[in-house]
């Protein structure tokens, strides 16, 4: 009767929902900024300058830290407009074109993140060198970029983004040589990443009345083994148990004194955010923290066994979700001796 009750104090519902995962996803983008064409050489009095730039994306996301995207970069137009005060003199380079490159995801928090891509500019540069002369070419130049980035959502970010293209030439008559590179911000919508809301009933201890059975002459005993479970959640990047924590913990101690036979399992988890050997070293430490606080505060089992699994399990994707990912599992395993007959 004792683990009747003992079973039903410790039960506690928690979960967590299998929302859509980033990996094998497609997104979409588009951003702005300002373009700066550098080391112009060209066969003209066209020198270094700036205008609006602007690019569109579509990607795939191969998994949480990598992703193949193509877009359109529009670089803008470097004119002499600047040279006759505000009027234009005939002269101008245009580059657009289309880009193919591996985006690489950092996550530095729930929120915040870092990026950082490389690929190639296939683009198209029109060279007006006079009123009456104009030539172009078609190449292909390399490119890199890096920006910080913020999730306004699961599905919707924002991020600032700097990118630099080496070597745009006009490569057919030899005319203009430059650098450019372009600052701005770029909003990226991911599809099939749908957050699902999930909560924690809790059971309340019941009140359960003993009854002494009426004296049987050579009873039969059969030995009974129940498993209940409870969490404990830890904080983003953290091992320091909350109040909550050591509540539920003070519930586990003053249970186990009522009984005997017990053993423990704890197992430590971490979400999927970050390095996983950093994950399973942190999973490691809370699994820690947890054995100690039961010790130092006299809990009474026969064994008391850890285990940590680090992201091994972590499937979520929204913040709700991790949260309850950063976890110990504490399974409390009794035997109690029954009567069958």
């Given at each position: 009767m004792k683990k009747s009750l003992l079973a039903i104090a410790l039960m506690s519902t928690f979960s967590y929902a299998n929302a859509a995962d980033v990996d094998n996803t497609w997104y979409i983008g588009a951003g702005a900024g300002q373009s700066n064409y550098e080391s112009v050489d060209a066969v003209s009095h066209l020198g270094d300058d700036s205008d609006l730039a602007w690019n569109a994306v579509v990607g795939y996301q191969l998994n949480?830290?990598?992703a193949v995207e193509a877009g359109w970069q529009d670089l803008g137009t470097n004119d002499d407009t600047h040279l006759w005060g505000g009027l234009d003199g005939a002269q101008s380079i245009d580059v657009d074109g289309f880009t193919l490159g591996l985006v690489g995801t950092l996550p530095l928090s729930e929120k915040w993140f870092l990026t950082g891509e490389a690929g190639a500019y296939q683009y198209h540069l029109a060279h007006q060198m006079s009123a009456d002369k104009y030539v172009s070419a078609t190449?292909?130049?390399?490119?890199?970029g890096a920006g910080v980035g913020y999730k306004i959502t699961d599905?919707?970010?924002v991020s600032a983004k700097y990118r630099r293209f080496a070597n745009i030439d006009e490569s057919a008559w030899n005319t203009a040589n430059m650098d450019a590179q372009t600052v701005g911000i770029q909003m990226v919508y991911r599809f099939g990443v749908k957050p699902t809301p999930t909560t924690a009933a809790v059971v309340l201890p019941a009140?359960?009345?003993?009854t002494k059975p009426a004296p049987r002459p050579e009873p039969v005993y059969e030995t009974?083994?129940?498993?209940?479970?409870?969490a404990v959640l830890f904080g983003f990047d953290s091992s320091s148990l909350s109040s909550t924590a050591k509540a539920k913990l003070d519930e586990v101690i003053r249970l186990s004194k009522q009984s005997d036979n017990d053993t423990i399992l704890l197992n430590g988890q971490s979400d999927n955010q970050g390095d996983s050997e950093y994950n399973?070293?942190?999973s490691e430490a809370r699994v820690q923290q947890v054995a100690d606080y039961l010790n130092a505060n006299g809990v009474e089992v026969q064994t008391l066994e850890q285990q940590a699994t680090g992201e091994q399990n972590a499937h979520a994707n929204s913040r709700t979700d991790r949260a309850l990912e950063?976890?110990?599992i504490i399974t409390l395993t009794s035997e109690t001796q029954v009567v069958v007959s």
């Open positions: 949480k830290y990598f190449d292909t130049a390399p490119y890199f599905s919707l970010e009140v359960i009345k003993e009974k083994i129940e498993q209940s479970s409870v399973q070293k942190l950063r976890r110990v």
